[in-house]
């Protein structure tokens, strides 16, 4: 390993960057410096850009873009101290599209669809609590703080733990799960005692939805989306829905207002408010 791969890992490190993040970092930037066939050091803003569009010709995702320039920017930004290079690094702009949802009685549908057992439950839990994938296969049996009535969130996205309801319901049907499964220390183990694969929930819940006969475009995330605007629509504040997600901004929250019937409903009809002009009289 070079010093200046060990600087980057070093500077992440101190920073409390996950060994994930770390990872793609150190790869985005290895990347970039194979592309030129030169060490990053040795490489300006004028390479940068010419590599980006390298990226955009050859169709880079979205996420794998942007990953790729965060990383270029702590490179250049914190490990070179090039700071006056950054602004010139810039990310690509998402596509916002409308996240797809469920309404409560298709979620009915799906649980109900869903083989009981582990796969029910680990559905009831996505719903219930607004779990991103990868919070639901890593959710321990320690996390489930009966005393509380809450579930403990570790090491979310970004990082974050975070504080989410239990509603009786879904504590009793984790407890009749646990006292068949009996499973330590993930609640939702998968092969050799290792948390679940998420690919293969991405499959399993693709099945469950044929099942259910819902021809919706869902995932797995779709429950999370359907949790935070059937929060909205039954009255609960937009901080606090902001809060049981886990987002840093409010701003990513509030998309979830442009879905919300309760939202929606409550905007005036423009055409009622009007006076349309009459029919005329058929002859």
């Not at 965060?70 to 914190?78: D, E, K, P, S, V």
């Not at 009255?235 to 019937?261: E, F, K, M, P």
Request: aromatic share 8%; net charge positive.
């Amino acid at each position: 390993m070079t010093p200046l791969r060990q600087r980057l890992i070093d500077d992440l490190r101190v920073r409390h960057y996950s060994h994930r993040t770390i990872e793609a970092y150190v790869a985005g930037v290895a990347k970039f410096a194979k592309h030129f066939g030169r060490s990053p050091d040795q490489l300006g803003v004028e390479q940068v850009r010419d590599f980006q569009l390298h990226l955009l010709r050859e169709k880079a995702s979205w996420s794998q873009f942007n990953q790729i320039v965060c990383a270029l920017r702590f490179f250049y930004g914190t490990t070179l101290g090039r700071t006056d290079a950054v602004p010139f690094i810039p990310f690509g702009k998402k596509r916002r599209p409308i996240p797809s949802v469920l309404s409560s009685e298709e979620v009915a549908r799906v649980l109900d669809a869903a083989r009981p057992g582990r796969e029910r439950v680990l559905l009831q839990t996505a719903y219930a609590c607004g779990l991103r994938i990868s919070e639901l296969v890593h959710l321990q049996v320690g996390d489930i703080d009966s005393a509380r009535m809450v579930i403990i969130v570790r090491q979310g996205k970004g990082g974050k733990d975070r504080i989410v309801p239990l509603s009786p319901r879904l504590l009793a049907e984790l407890r009749q799960y646990w006292l068949v499964h009996r499973s330590s220390p993930w609640m939702f183990p998968g092969a050799k005692q290792r948390p679940l694969n998420q690919a293969g929930v991405q499959r399993q819940f693709q099945r469950t939805l044929r099942r259910a006969g819902i021809d919706k475009r869902a995932t797995p995330h779709t429950l999370r989306h359907s949790f935070a605007t059937h929060l909205l629509e039954a009255g609960v504040d937009i901080v606090t829905v902001q809060r049981l997600l886990g987002h840093t901004s409010l701003s990513t929250t509030s998309h979830y207002l442009h879905i919300s019937r309760r939202h929606l409903q409550s905007t005036p009809s423009l055409l009622d408010l009007i006076a349309l002009p009459k029919k005329e009289a058929q002859s």
